[in-house]
């Protein structure tokens, strides 16, 4: 009995002898991914830990490039699957629309994550949950998951071409929960728009060290990259066919709510949204 155990001790396996505990022992142990997603599948048509199976098959199946086929088994069996499991399920999906490339089911989402966190049904109506990265454990807060989110919101924007949105969406993220990694995506999306004393301004607040993860060194490298793409780039005489800003009133509304809520008294609301007022019937929809 003690080797069984200290057997699923150490090889972090759970214990027992049902479907979902063999796909583990495949994956794990044996590392034998296609016969793991054959005894997932197994547990769950057998009902066995259904909410483990689904995620941790789908993840299998990433690793073998078969995330459309990830994504189809999420979308059809999640169903089965508790109202605990839904967000991490969300987080894995998103996983995959970005692996396949899906960018509009991506910010499709992502925006159905801000409306549930505007209404309060993200982390069971708690203010912070607990989450896990590589081994360890820490506390994540509903104010720090809108910034993580309205920034996955801003890189999915920008892969889309729509530079004005993304720069809205990350403008909103940063007075949420300011970092480095935001504003040199920021500045990104200003250069596209030819707005470069502003993306040089940026630049030179994260070389000083005024957001967090500036001194990391990878941070300290695209800002040398994205100053030397700053300084060969000259203003173009005029600029045309760029993207509207494609958000909607009730995730701009609830944005602002959340803004208005969490922001320092005299940044209750930023010119952004002064300039968007103005020019809101220009913009495309």
């Given at each position: 009995m003690k080797k069984e155990v200290l057997f699923h001790v150490v090889h972090k396996v759970p214990s027992g002898d049902g479907p979902y505990v063999r796909?583990?022992?495949?994956?794990?142990?044996?590392?034998?991914?296609?016969?793991?997603?054959?005894?997932?599948?197994?547990?769950?048509?057998?009902?066995?830990?259904?909410?483990?199976?689904?995620?941790?098959?789908?993840i299998v199946m990433k690793q073998l490039d078969r995330s459309e086929e990830a994504i189809e088994a999420i979308n059809s069996f999640r169903c089965l699957c508790s109202k605990q499991a839904q967000e991490s399920l969300d987080n894995v999906l998103l996983d995959l629309f970005k692996k396949c490339g899906k960018v509009d089911e991506q910010i499709a989402l992502?925006?159905?994550?801000?409306?549930?966190?505007?209404?309060?049904?993200?982390?069971?109506?708690?203010?912070?949950?607990?989450?896990?990265?590589?081994?360890?454990?820490?506390?994540?807060?509903?104010r720090q998951e809108t910034a993580r989110i309205l920034g996955?919101?801003?890189?999915?924007?920008?892969?889309?071409?729509?530079?004005?949105?993304?720069?809205?969406?990350?403008?909103?993220?940063?007075?949420?929960?300011?970092?480095?990694?935001k504003a040199c995506n920021l500045t990104h999306c200003l250069i596209r728009q030819a707005r470069y004393d502003e993306a040089?301004?940026?630049?030179?607040?994260?070389?000083?060290?005024?957001?967090?993860?500036?001194?990391?060194?990878?941070t300290r490298n695209r800002v040398e990259e994205l100053l030397v793409e700053l300084d060969s780039r000259q203003?173009?005489?005029?600029?045309?066919?760029?993207?509207?800003?494609?958000?909607?009133?009730?995730?701009?509304?609830?944005?602002?709510?959340?803004i208005n809520e969490w922001a320092p008294p005299k940044s209750?609301?930023?010119?952004i949204f002064e300039e968007i007022s103005t020019f809101k019937d220009q913009l495309a929809c």
């Open positions: 796909a583990k022992y495949a994956q794990i142990v044996q590392k034998e991914p296609e016969a793991a997603i054959v005894w997932f599948w197994k547990a769950i048509n057998g009902g066995d830990r259904v909410d483990s199976a689904l995620k941790d098959m789908a992502l925006k159905q994550k801000f409306r549930q966190i505007y209404q309060g049904q993200v982390f069971n109506g708690k203010p912070s949950k607990t989450a896990r990265s590589h081994g360890k454990k820490f506390q994540v807060s509903v996955n919101l801003g890189w999915a924007y920008t892969q889309k071409g729509n530079f004005m949105a993304a720069e809205v969406v990350y403008k909103k993220a940063q007075i949420i929960d300011a970092d480095s990694n040089r301004n940026i630049l030179e607040n994260v070389w000083r060290g005024n957001y967090a993860g500036s001194e990391d060194p990878k203003p173009p005489p005029f600029l045309q066919n760029l993207p509207g800003l494609n958000l909607d009133d009730d995730f701009m509304n609830g944005l602002e709510h959340l209750r609301r930023l010119p």
